[in-house]
Each structure stands twice: as C-alpha cells, then as structure tokens.
C-alpha cells in the first residue's frame, strides 16, 4: 500500500527508515523540484521493511550530501538504507567482492576498476531498458552509455554501472576585471582562443598560468590538457581507440594533441615565467598570478575544483570566472566536454537495489543533490534552475550543451601509464624534449 503523501513532509513518516520528514533537506512539495517525478515513483513502489547497503567514495560533507538525497529514496519506498565509505575504497570494493561480502550497491569514480569488476562477474547488468534511458534523458546520451558499458565474464558488452554526479574539467578560468580593463572578450572558438593568446601578449601582457608541479604526481594537469586538444583535434572514436591503446602515444592523431598544448605551454611569452618554469609551479599555486596586480597571466586551465586554491574571499562569478576552452570552429567535432564523475552498479542483486538504480531514473534524485552543493548533471529531466549557485548552474548548462562527453583518459588507462609516464613524459615535453621521442617514451610503459 503506497504512504500518503502530505504537502508539508513534516507530516510523512519514514517508517522503514526510523525517520521522519523533518529530516528531508526539502519539503516535499514545496518548492520549484520535480515533485511529481517523486510523487510517481513513491506510488510505484513499496519496499517497506526491505533494506540496501551502498558504499561509495563520498565523505564527510559529501556523504552529508548523498544521504541528503537517500533520505527521499527511504521516504518514497520504504527501503532503510546503510551507506558507507571508507578512506581506501577502490581497494576496500575489490576485496569485498572477492570475499563473496559485497555491498548491494557501490559507487566508483573509476570506469577501468568497474570494468575489471564486470569482467570478473562481479556486477550484474542493468539491462538494455536503462540503456535506452540514458541515450534519451542525458545530453550526449550515448557517451554516458558508453561510459558505463564494459565486456562481462561472457566477452559480450552491457551496461552495467549508471553515471550519477559529474565533474567538468574543460574550463579555462580568468579575471572579469582584467579582461574588462583590457577590453577582451571571452573566446567563442580555439580559433579565438589562439588569436586571444597571441593578442595578450602583443599588449606586453602574459596570456597563460600554468604549472604541472603535484609532488610524486608531477605533471598531471597537463594529461587534462592533452586530453581536450584530443577532443578537439579528432573524433570522440579516435579519443577512444587512444585510450583503450588501439592506436599507441606515437600515432599522429596523440602527438598532434601533445603539440597543440605544447603550443600554449613552451612558448615564453605565452606563460608566466617562461615555459621552463611550467614543470616546477605547483598546480595549487598556478593560478595565483590571475590574482596580482598588475596580473602576471590573464587565463588557467583547470577543472571545477581549483577555486579551492583561489586567494582567501575570492568569490567565483566577480573575483573570478570561467569558460568553456572552445572547440575549433574548422572542425566538425561539435561541443566535446571532458571530465570525470562517478558510476553507482549492483553488485548483490534485490529489489531494493533494482528500485534504487530507477530512483536515479528521477529527476528529484539529481535536484535535491543540484540544490546544495558540488553535483552537476547532465539529465535533461531535471531543472537547472535549482543548481545552488551560478558556477554549478553554468557547468551544469555545459554538460547540457555538450555533443561529446569523455572520461578523463589518464583515469582510464594502465596505472603505469596514466598514473605514471604519461606524467613524467610531459615533464620531459614542457622542458623541450622532441614529442616523438616523449611519445615513443610513455608508450613503452603501456603493459604488454
């Protein structure tokens, strides 16, 4: 028997879930949510007294968030949830599932740990309907089905994990001030970006601040920067065969990506204190000089989280902002975004955690998320007007606008590689070595 529902949720019980509404973050119809999403799920289904453990990466404030949104999926089905993390998690999943203990649900942000689950039994299908449901209610639907679309113990290729909160790394962040008192406009295209660049330092400026230095994993950030000239340069199928080794580091398509950042980062007059200085400027420090004045660079590419190293009260949206780093409008390669996110997959099958992945299915389960803090996505479904502040609402209306979508490639390939030469080579890149050599040096770390 379905639970009532009440306009005020101070009057819903959560019986299963020895709760009550004051513990939903929202009202349940107040508001501008999709409550009847939420409405038509609570009637369909009714779980009570059944229970579902979900482990997940997300802590401390994080997990605050995501059981802010769990506390609805109790609410509307009855099911008592018991989420859980821990500080090593991918290496926590892998021996729950191997012990025969896993949890019902888990949530990775790692696509290739996920793939070496299904492709050991681990994981069950989700089933060609969530399919079909992802091409059609996610922008770019058919790269968010492709991301969690790996080979089972059979070889045969399903979905198997649902992508469920993202992360955009294709930003490129500036000064508003500085550009107004410079008389610059944000660059609609790379072709505008380059001309951008070289127009900054024709007026004895310095167009770019850029630094790979991160301790023992120096020379990551410029993988990110490869990885979007890829998406730039060729087809998202080619972005793919790259990742996946069908085409090695020494094919043009990879090298001519290399150079593309290359001509942003060893240029001297593109980067503030000269591309040597490039490899030995900690990222966390990098864009600092957006900050001086007068500005020691005017642009920094980095992903979503790089305001956490911002100055103490920058605020983003005046002090600072971003923009999509643009496609090249000679190219038919549409609006590719890269970035990163994680995937929720059934390793121990119910009902309950059956109801769960079609509780993702609804806009409320994004909304309640998009109102606080720290989650963009692209769900067509849910309303961007509820994204708690402007830069999340920003990011969120990219992913919307977005004909390709990509998984950070380093992240996707052998540890050796993508955690590893791949790293050091474009150390060795930024400090002038020849880029078939560099190639030739992060291929040969590829496992044979």
């Known amino acids: 028997m379905t639970r009532a529902l009440f306009a005020s949720a101070a009057l819903l019980a959560l019986a299963s879930g020895g709760a009550f509404a004051q513990d939903l973050k929202f009202p349940v119809g107040e508001g501008a949510f999709n409550w ?14 059944q229970s579902l453990t979900i482990f997940g990466p997300w802590r401390g404030e994080d997990q605050a968030l995501v059981e802010s949104v769990l506390a609805y999926f109790t ?4 099911v008592k949830v018991n989420y859980s993390s821990s500080e090593g998690y991918e290496q926590q999943i892998m021996v729950d599932t191997q012990a025969g203990s896993p949890p019902d649900i888990a949530v990775l942000p790692q696509p290739g740990l996920i793939s070496e689950l299904v492709a050991k039994g681990y ?20 790269s968010w089905a492709k991301l969690g679309t790996y080979k089972g113990k059979d070889g045969a290729e399903a979905l198997y994990a649902f992508p469920f909160k993202a992360d955009v790394k294709s930003l490129v962040w500036y000064s508003p001030d500085n550009f107004a008192d410079a008389g610059y406009e944000v ?31 120096t020379g990551w950030p410029a993988t990110d ?32 990506a290399i150079d593309e950042f290359g001509w942003f980062a060893r240029n001297d007059k593109f980067v503030a204190g ?17 900050f001086s004045s007068p500005p020691q660079c005017y642009m920094h590419r980095q992903a979503s989280f790089i305001p956490s190293f911002f100055p ?17 409008a000679g190219k038919d390669l549409g609006k590719p975004v890269l970035g990163a996110g994680t995937l929720a997959f059934i ?42 502040n402007p830069a999340l609402k920003k990011q969120g209306e990219m992913l919307l606008n977005a004909t390709t979508f990509r998984f950070d490639g380093s992240d996707l390939m052998p540890g050796a590689v993508g955690a590893g030469s791949f790293w050091t080579g474009m150390v060795d890149y930024v400090g002038g070595k020849p880029t078939a050599d560099v190639a030739a040096q992060i291929d040969a770390a590829w496992p044979k």
């Open 347 to 388: 390793t121990k099958e119910s009902e309950a955690a059956r109801a769960f992945i079609e509780f993702l299915k609804t806009p409320i389960a994004h909304e309640i998320w998009m109102a606080q803090n720290g989650f963009v996505t692209p769900f067509k479904g849910a309303n961007v007007e509820l994204y708690g």
């Open 312 to 328: 103490e009260g920058t605020v983003v949206g005046q002090d600072a902002d971003f923009f999509y780093m643009p496609a090249y």
């Open 187 to 217: 660059p609609q295209s790379m072709e505008d970006l380059k001309a951008l660049t070289e127009q900054i330092v024709a007026d004895g400026g310095t167009p770019w601040c850029i630094g790979l230095g991160s301790g023992g994993a």
């Open 75 to 78: 609410a509307a089905s009855g």
């Open 123 to 142: 994981v069950l299908p989700l089933g060609e309907e969530t399919q079909k449901w992802l091409e059609e209610n996610y922008a770019a639907g058919d």
């Open 36 to 49: 009847d999403s939420y409405k038509a799920y609570d009637a369909a289904t009714n779980l009570d007294g």
């Open 225 to 256: 920067w490869v990885e979007d000239m890829m998406l730039r340069t060729q087809s998202p199928e080619t972005y793919d065969k790259w990742v996946t080794h069908q085409i090695p580091f020494t094919d043009p398509a990879v090298q001519g």
């Open 274 to 290: 000269g591309a040597g200085a490039v490899a030995s400027t900690d990222f966390r420090d990098s864009p600092k000089g957006l």
